[in-house]
Nanobody
Framework: QVQLVESGGGLVQAGGSLRLSCAAS????????MGWFRQAPGKERDLVAA????????YYPDSVKGRFTISRDNAKNTVYLQMNSLKPEDTAVYYC????????????WGQGTQVTVSS
C-alpha cells in the first residue's frame, strides 16, 4: 500500500501562493488516482482537487477552480497542489490522498500540512 508524506504548508497573506507536495512510497504510485482534501476546524474534510492515474484528467470544486492546480510526476512518485490567489477561507489542514476506486474509499492519507492565509 502506498504511503504519503506532504510538505509545503505555511503562513501566507491573502492573494499569495503556496505549493504543496506529496511524496509517495512504493512502486505502484501510477495505479492510484491522487487527490487533495482540506479540513478547517469544526468542518468536514472536503476534496479540493483530484487527478487521474495518468494525469490527463483533473477535478476541482467551484470554490477553488481557477486558483488551484493539481499535477503529478509519476517518475518522481509525487503529486503537487499549486494554490494561487489564496483567501482566508482557504485556511485548513490539507491532506494528500490516494485511491484506486472512488473518493469515498480513500486507501491512504498523508499526515496533513497546515495552510494559514492571513487577511
Amino acid at each position: 500500500q502506498v504511503q504519503l508524506v506532504e510538505s509545503g504548508g505555511g503562513l501566507v497573506q491573502a492573494g499569495g501562493s503556496l505549493r504543496l507536495s506529496c511524496a509517495a512510497s512504493g512502486r505502484t504510485f501510477s495505479s492510484y488516482a491522487m487527490g487533495w482534501f482540506r479540513q478547517a476546524p469544526g468542518k468536514e474534510r472536503d476534496l479540493v482537487a483530484a487527478i487521474s492515474r495518468s494525469g490527463s484528467t483533473t477535478y476541482y470544486p467551484d470554490s477553488v477552480k481557477g486558483r488551484f492546480t493539481i499535477s503529478r510526476d509519476n517518475a518522481k512518485n509525487t503529486v503537487y497542489l499549486q494554490m494561487n490567489s489564496l483567501k482566508p477561507e482557504d485556511t485548513a489542514v490539507y491532506y494528500c490522498a490516494a485511491t484506486r476506486s472512488t473518493w469515498s474509499r480513500v486507501e491512504a492519507w498523508g499526515q496533513g500540512t497546515q495552510v494559514t492565509v492571513s487577511s
